[in-house]
């Protein structure tokens, strides 16, 4: 019974390496399911900025047709507006046109009364020297009939002046009215000008911080998607390194199964031979405490990896802000 107590301490040894191979398992497989669980974070996050681009360019498009659209109802009321102005010009001409017409008409009616009047007395004055009036009455009467010509015709002279300075004065008003039309009507193409070039240029500088968003956009979607590939690469040789542990642990616990059943046929035997294992192996030792290194500095890639993360998240918070 003394002889068999020493030698059952190794295998306890022996099963503390391959719990401690376990947790290491345990914990890679922890960690590959963070970084499953963080990749798919970061497809979906990649998803959401493909779909903000895609909404980019709608809205760009959405711009572009609007100013198509606007730019058609400049033109519309640019053209009604010169087709109201030709309009309102015409009716003035035609009404100033009129007037002057039937004003025309009237003192014409009236100076034919006039003419048609004295025509009429000196018609009479003719029968009468006709049926045999003396020569001095003769004479009187067409000293009469001059003078009473002379200063009809002078006023009719005066009348025809003052109506041909009326028409002038007329016609003077009408053509600055037109002059000040034609003056609204420039400075109204000149204000509808004003407002297109300022409407252009909206629309351009809309269309540049669009463009800059986008390429932007680009920028981080390119950077994500090589974050993307160094997490997959990353996923990949967690996996392999996974798999050797595994591979590792069922050989360990194939050992020990080999080393308990030679402790059973052994027992009682004093001079029964350990079987080496491989948790006692110096190579195996190294391996683990290489991976045990590898593991934490993967831990600490882990660490920074989600920190930028975090970092990109709130810049993206901050520039959404922005631009609401």
Known sequence: MSSATPPAAPPFKKGRKPEKSEVMVDTVQVTNEELRSKLMDVQIELQQERGKVCKLRERLQEQRQARELEQHKHAVALTDLRAKLHEEKLREIAGVREALARQHDIELARAIKIRD???????????????????KLKNALLGEAREEARR?????RLKLQQEIQEQKTARKQAEEALGNAL??????????????QQHQDEVHRIKRDCEKDIRRLMDELKAKDRVVGALERELGMQAGYTQKLQLQKEALDEQLGQVREAERH?????????????????????????????????????????????????????????EE
Do not use: W
Request: proline share 3%; hydrophobic share 35%; aromatic share 4%.
């Open 152 to 156: 009809a015709f002078d006023g009719e």
């Open 183 to 196: 003056q609204a009507d420039k400075a109204k193409a000149a204000d509808l000008r004003t407002a297109y």
């Open 266 to 322: 052994n027992h009682g035997s004093p001079k029964r031979e350990v079987v080496p294992g491989l948790g006692d192996s110096p190579d195996l030792l190294n391996n683990q405490e290489v991976e045990e290194r590898d593991m934490r500095r993967f831990q600490l890639k882990i660490a920074e990896l989600t920190l930028g993360h975090q970092k990109t998240g709130g810049q993206k918070c901050t520039a959404g802000r922005r």
């Open 117 to 135: 009047a004295e025509v009429q007395r000196l018609q009479g004055l003719v029968n009468a020297l006709r049926d045999g009036a003396a020569d």
